[in-house]
T-cell receptor, first 113, second 112 residues
């Protein structure tokens, strides 16, 4: 079945780059997403990438997709304390009904000053 | 713009009680979903709907019912609450099945 895996924790120092990794099993995944969840809040879409792309950059965010290895990463440049949150990788494909997203467990990013 | 609104934000139930978690969106989205979030498990899909009058089960549907009588509303019912249903519940909506999902702020439910 479909599965998405992430490591649970990442700790970095302010100003460093953060790299959050995700692996997925569904080879028919069409869209891959990164969501951010701040404490006590819902999820907010950060960025997404289509499966026919290798890379997408959006200001401090860079998404890399290795479709062969089914590996997705999110790089945050110049990480700030305000970036501390839980980051979820999610995937969907054209065959999914109802906007169904398959989520990873979430990576808790801790940014130390 | 309200987006996706969930009520209540917090709820404590006794085992066996029933309740309805409310979800409403004002974006005219056809697709709506309910997820539960548990530590270390990410978000798991409970039920979803592709439009008014159409619902289907997700990954963890047992113990929950849904209905979709209007485009705007998608309530989630717990018929007989159990401690295993202690979780944070999120409602989401999207324009299409592959477009961005907008999430509500969540309902933190504790069943004692």
């Amino acid at each position: 079945g479909e599965d998405v895996e992430q490591s649970l924790f990442l700790s970095v120092r302010e100003g460093d780059s953060s790299v959050i990794n995700c692996t997925y099993t569904d080879s028919s995944s069409t869209y891959l997403y990164w969501y951010k969840q701040e404490p006590g809040a819902g999820l907010q879409l950060l960025t997404y990438i289509f499966s026919n792309m290798d890379m997408k950059q959006d200001q401090r965010l860079t998404v890399l997709l290795n479709k062969k290895d089914k590996h997705l990463s999110l790089r945050i440049a110049d990480t700030q304390t305000g970036d501390s949150a839980i980051y979820f990788c999610a995937e969907s494909n054209r065959g999914n009904q109802g906007g169904k997203l398959i989520f990873g467990q979430g990576t808790e990013l801790s940014v130390k000053p | 713009n309200a987006g996706v609104t969930q009520t209540p934000k917090f709820q404590v139930l006794k085992t066996g009680q029933s309740m309805t978690l409310q979800c409403a969106q004002d974006m005219n989205h056809e697709y709506m979903s309910w997820y539960r979030q548990d530590p270390g498990m990410g978000l798991r899909l409970i039920h979803y709907s592709v439009g008014a009058g159409i619902t289907d089960q997700g990954e963890v549907p047992n113990g929950y019912n849904v209905s979709r009588s209007t485009t705007e509303d998608f309530p989630l019912r717990l018929l007989s609450a159990a401690p295993s249903q202690t979780s944070v519940y999120f409602c989401a909506s999207s324009y299409s099945r592959i477009s961005e999902a907008f999430f509500g702020q969540g309902t933190r439910l504790t069943v004692v």
